[in-house]
C-alpha cells in the first residue's frame, strides 16, 4: 500500500472481510490494541477492544447471510503516520429472500504500524 491510498485500502479490505462475515479477517484489519473501537448503526453496537469486536460482529453477521458494500464518495488522506477516511456507501444486506438496502456513512481513523495501515477506529451510520 502507498501512503496515498493506502487507508482506502484498508477500508476495501475490511469491507471485504466484513462482507464474506470473517470475523478474524476483519479484526485483523484493526491494530493490535485494546483500545480499537467501533460504533455500528444500533445502539447496542459499541465495541471496544477485539474481543468486544468478535463478540458484536457474531451478533451482526446472524443478520444476513449476504451483504454488499459500495462506496459511492469517499475522503482519505494521511498526515504522518495517522490517516483517515470518510465514506458515503450504499448496502445491501439479505438475509433468505429478504433484502434490505441501505445508505451508509464511514469514518475510520487509521494508524501505520511498520509500513502497515490499521484501524484504530470506525462508526458506520444512516444519513438522516
Not at 47 to 62: H, I, S
Not at 85 to 102: N, P, S, T
Request: charged share 20%; proline share 3%.
Amino acid at each position: 500500500m502507498n501512503a496515498a491510498t493506502a487507508p482506502l485500502d484498508r477500508i476495501h479490505s475490511f469491507i471485504a472481510a466484513y462482507t464474506a462475515r470473517h470475523v478474524e479477517d476483519v479484526v485483523a484489519c484493526y491494530a493490535p490494541s485494546q483500545a480499537i473501537a467501533a460504533i455500528g448503526t444500533d445502539r447496542e453496537q459499541n465495541y471496544v477492544g477485539p474481543d468486544a469486536m468478535r463478540q458484536g460482529l457474531a451478533t451482526d453477521f446472524l443478520s444476513f447471510d449476504r451483504a454488499e458494500i459500495d462506496i459511492l464518495w469517499h475522503h482519505a488522506g494521511t498526515e504522518g503516520d495517522t490517516g483517515w477516511v470518510v465514506a458515503a456507501c450504499r448496502a445491501l444486506f439479505a438475509l433468505g429472500q429478504e433484502e434490505v438496502h441501505v445508505a451508509l456513512r464511514l469514518s475510520a481513523v487509521l494508524k501505520c504500524y511498520d509500513g502497515n495501515w490499521l484501524l484504530l477506529q470506525t462508526h458506520f451510520s444512516f444519513p438522516s
